[in-house]
């Protein structure tokens, strides 16, 4: 019985070398338990091994892998082979994004926008509040299940690649940026929303998406960032029409 094989078209780019992307095709060996990111490292160990991607743990927790498959921002590593055989897979970097080499696509401005929104906690006692076993800042059940949902996001940058007002508007702060936000403003345990908010609701933050919804449909982790971007939309106009109706209970 003649082996099946399975055929993938791959974005090429040296920089240097190569005045623009190009495609190079590579007949593999189908097998059904393998995924994109299993295919691309028997292309970089038996065909070419010049190839560069990005990955780590195989597991679709780190979050490295991510790639467009198909057109589709993908993680690699769960996007199974058997779900286009035998057609075809056409693997390119993440949208949006300049790309370094191959399939390696510059994420520095990700990580610029994500140390924007302060993505940890926030106390103002943190220097006088006493440490070790027994001092935890605790919560109850309920109180993680505020912000459960969000803290799931794995910076796969799925989202910002599905995104089209990021990729027309790249000063956005975008989807999971955002997200990890509001995930931190809902944290009992955080102080810190008073120093997130102008970031976020300013003209590059929450007010620039208009609600397609794509980069919740692409999440590997469900995050749901665009309800995290509505809630946080909504929590907004409630301070300011606090500060209206309030003015002296601005903080």
Same mark, same amino acid.
């Given at each position: ?57 195989? /597991?679709?927790?780190?979050?490295? +892998? ?8 993908? $993680?690699?590593? %769960? !996007? ?76 796969? /940058?799925?989202?910002?690649?599905? +995104? ?8 956005? $702060?975008?989807? %999971? !940026? ?74």
């Amino acid at each position: 019985m003649a082996e099946r094989t399975i055929g993938l078209s791959v974005t090429r780019f040296r920089p240097g070398e190569d005045r623009q992307p190009v495609s190079q095709t590579f007949t593999i060996p189908y097998h059904d338990d393998w995924v994109v990111l299993d295919a691309l490292q028997y292309i970089k160990d038996r065909h070419d091994g010049s190839l560069s991607f990005r990955w780590s743990c195989h /597991m679709g927790v780190c979050g490295s +892998c991510g790639m467009m498959v198909n057109g589709v921002p993908k $993680l690699t590593c %769960a !996007a199974f082979l058997r779900d286009y055989f035998p057609n075809e897979v056409r693997v390119e970097p993440l949208a949006n994004f300049p790309v370094i080499r191959d399939l390696v696509v510059d994420i520095d401005d990700f990580m610029h926008k994500l140390a924007e929104v302060k993505p940890y906690i926030i106390r103002d006692d943190l220097e006088t509040a006493p440490v070790g076993f027994g001092h935890e800042f605790r919560q109850a059940p309920e109180e993680v299940d505020d912000y459960r949902q969000f803290s799931m996001c794995i910076n796969c /940058m799925l989202c910002y690649s599905a +995104c089209p007002v990021y990729g027309m508007e790249p000063r956005f $702060l975008g989807p %999971a !940026a955002i997200a990890l936000a509001h995930r931190y403003n809902m944290d009992s345990r955080d102080q810190g929303r008073n120093e997130r908010m102008p970031v976020i609701g300013s003209s590059e933050g929450i007010w620039e998406c208009t609600y397609i919804g794509e980069c919740s449909v692409v999440c590997p982790k469900n995050v749901d960032p665009a309800s995290a971007i509505q809630r946080t939309k909504l929590a907004t106009t409630n301070d300011w029409f606090r500060s209206i109706l309030m003015p002296w209970g601005k903080r």
